[in-house]
């Protein structure tokens, strides 16, 4: 929520600006130092027209516009936009916001996403990855549905923050293959029956803060075409694609207002 403009000086008093990354002085609240901005590493172009995965010189040559993933096993969503790459800079920012619960950072991580997303023509439900209660019960948040709510507000979006289900508690999926993903997330995610109706014949932008393997999204868009819905777009903070990372523009992208 944006604050009033006449209480922002104070808010700057008692809490003075700082990079949430290195700790230095800002002239504002709500984004990065200089020397910080320049060590996100964001994708740019060229970059395959259905993913955003960047592509090398040798594939523009040939006139490829495709990864080679994609042209492998065309995925079923209609497109990826991803704030940045996950790198070291990216991780630690993730990490404070998930687990350091400095949820305040949602605001500066949703506009770099809202930076990254595509013109959506016509109505787009925003509906965030889910976490299982437990998990949100500890956590005492969904980072993903603070993110999809700040991005909704910003493209006026209507939000769908239970649009999923995640039904079946997961263990944690950091260093499990793709393969052992897939099995862990096996019917753990369903559409709510209760927004059964909304979602049938919708197009939806499904926002998680970090896409790894694919094997979450994979789960919730199987949930999402199984209650009818149309164009389903994915939307992430941080992108694991390590072998892009020659590939990225170092520039910061633009932030939305």
Known sequence: MAKPAFLIPLIDLVFPPRCPLCGDALAQQGGLCAACWMKLAVPGEPACSTCQRPLGESMVRSGELQCAPCMADPPRHAGIAAATLYNDAARELVLAFKRGKRIALADLLARLMVARLPALEGEWLVVPVPLHRWRLWERGFNQSALLAERIARTIQQPLVVDGLERRKRTPSLGGLGKRARAEALRGAISASTSRAGRLKGANVLLVDDVMTSGSTT?????????AGAGDVR?????????????????EPAPLAA
């Open 218 to 226: 994979d789960a919730c868009l199987a949930a999402l075409r199984k």
């Open 234 to 250: 994915i939307a992430c903070f941080a992108r694991v694609l390590d072998e892009a990372l020659d590939h990225v523009s170092r």
